[in-house]
């Protein structure tokens, strides 16, 4: 799904998910880590503004993939 | 119950002809080339152009009640009307099986050949059988439906295609049973079916194994997808103007799944409408995932698509404007191909409405 939206769309797309080799398999260019896999975008664990703070710093991450020149698959951990 | 059906079946084989219906294009037809591809949906009587050589394989078997004719650029450019009017054509000759092809490596004839072939398949439920080089288009988008034989690049392999197509047709139309895709040679459409080995799967995985570090031939019995490598999209430069989208795989939607995306093997996705919303509540939203605890997406739907942090962004203006609508399905057990196809009927909507980039996430 995410390599057909980038290949038909002609857009960046970053994907967000806990398992990176899988994202890799499928084809993902732009990878963002998950925090876990049925919370990939936010940790409950973290009370409130916790959970809140973590989904920012991901979505920021993605946002900056967004913005990154790319030749190959590339993780963004930071 | 089996028994009985299968017994009628045979004794239908033997005392009544088949009746074949056959669908080509312009250019097999005798009609011209290029500059007849335009030509609308027609049906001539009988067998014309290489249907006539699927009534002499066939022989007193089945009899060819008539040939339906497209020209391939009036397939192509209206999909659906041809569709239409073509299963409605083949349908009035009440046919126990559709002929289509073989299109070899002509990429519209494929396209169509395969539409054609699923169309009546799923709307008249008969059995369809077409043939097409391995590199035609037709094969990847329509193998997982379609009985394609295997064919030649070129009309050069007419013989062994219609050949193939015909003894094909046959074991479909109840004479004998129809064994594995590489040994009826046509194209795997992806099912497999359950069936009891003599040894077990440690013997065979064992089996296997030697074979292997002897450099002998051997086959999986269960064969991994290969997925497609496409290059990077260039980035964004202006994020302050760019309309971001968010799609999700992780199964948010609507309370109640007004869609009904199934839980799990998904063969849809639904479009929501986020435009007046800052926040995914658990009153308005729920998790159908089937594969993985939803405790937490069910609590906080934006812990699996983050609408309330994009919205805050957006607010805050770090990038231009969130797209209006979310899509999404559940990414447990579905089908690469379905996969594809919700990918690419995604991105062209997003193409359409001028949508820069996309954020995905997936459980």
């Known amino acids: ?49 916790g959970d809140r703070a973590v989904r920012r710093q991901l979505l920021e991450r993605a946002l900056k993939a967004i913005m990154t020149p790319i030749e190959e698959q590339t993780v963004f951990t930071s | 119950m089996k028994m009985t059906t299968k017994t009628t ?74 569709r239409e009017e073509c299963v409605r054509m083949i349908g009035e000759f009440k046919p126990d099986v559709l002929m289509a092809g073989p299109a070899f490596n002509a990429g519209r004839y494929g396209v169509a050949c395969g539409d054609v072939c699923a169309a009546v398949t799923e709307g008249l439920g008969i059995p369809a059988v077409t043939g097409m080089f391995s590199e035609n288009p037709g094969v990847e988008l329509y193998s ?21 197509m015909t003894s094909l047709a046959r074991k479909l139309l109840g004479g004998a049973p129809l064994g594995a895709a590489e040994e009826e040679g046509y194209f795997s459409r992806g099912t497999r079916r359950n069936f009891f080995y003599e040894t077990s799967g440690a013997r065979r995985a064992v089996d296997m194994l030697l074979k292997k570090l002897a450099g002998t031939p ?3 019995e269960y064969e991994m997808p290969v997925f497609k490598r496409i290059t990077p999209a260039k980035p964004l430069e202006n994020l302050e103007k760019a309309t971001i989208a968010l799609v999700s795989s992780g199964g948010i939607v609507p309370r109640g799944n007004p869609d009904h995306i199934r839980v799990s093997s998904a ?56 797209y209006d609508h979310v899509f999404t399905t559940t990414g447990t057990g579905t089908a690469v191909a379905h996969a594809e196809r919700f990918g690419r009927e995604i991105g062209e909507r997003l193409k359409r409405d001028g949508v820069d980039a996309v954020i995905l996430t997936s459980t």
């Open chain 1, 1 to 49: 799904m995410v390599r057909e939206i980038e290949n038909v769309a002609g857009i960046p797309v970053v994907q967000i998910a806990t398992i990176v080799p899988i994202m890799l398999t499928v084809g993902a260019n732009r990878i963002v880590p998950g925090v876990a896999i049925p919370h990939p975008v936010g940790d409950p664990t973290r009370e409130g503004e």
């Open chain 2, 267 to 322: 063969e849809s996705y639904g479009i929501y409408d986020i435009s007046g919303l800052d926040d995914l509540t658990p009153d308005e939203f729920e998790s159908i995932h089937g594969g993985y605890d939803r405790v937490w997406a069910n609590e906080d739907p934006d812990t699996v698509l983050p609408l309330d942090v994009m919205r805050e962004l957006e607010k805050e203006g770090v990038f231009g404007k969130l």
């Open chain 2, 9 to 82: 079946t045979q004794t239908t084989t033997t005392t009544t002809t088949k009746r074949v219906v056959c669908y080509i294009n312009q250019f097999f037809a005798g009609m011209g080339g290029e500059e007849q591809a335009h030509v609308p949906p027609l049906v001539r009587p009988g067998a014309i152009g290489p249907a006539a050589q699927v009534q002499s394989l066939f022989g007193g078997e089945a009899k060819v009640v008539a040939t339906v004719i497209c020209g391939d650029s009036f397939y192509g450019e209206h999909l659906e009307a041809a």
């Open chain 2, 218 to 220: 051997f086959s999986t």
């Open chain 2, 144 to 164: 997982p439906q379609v009985f394609i034989v295997k064919t030649a690049d070129s009309a050069r392999g007419m013989k062994d295609a219609l050949g193939a």
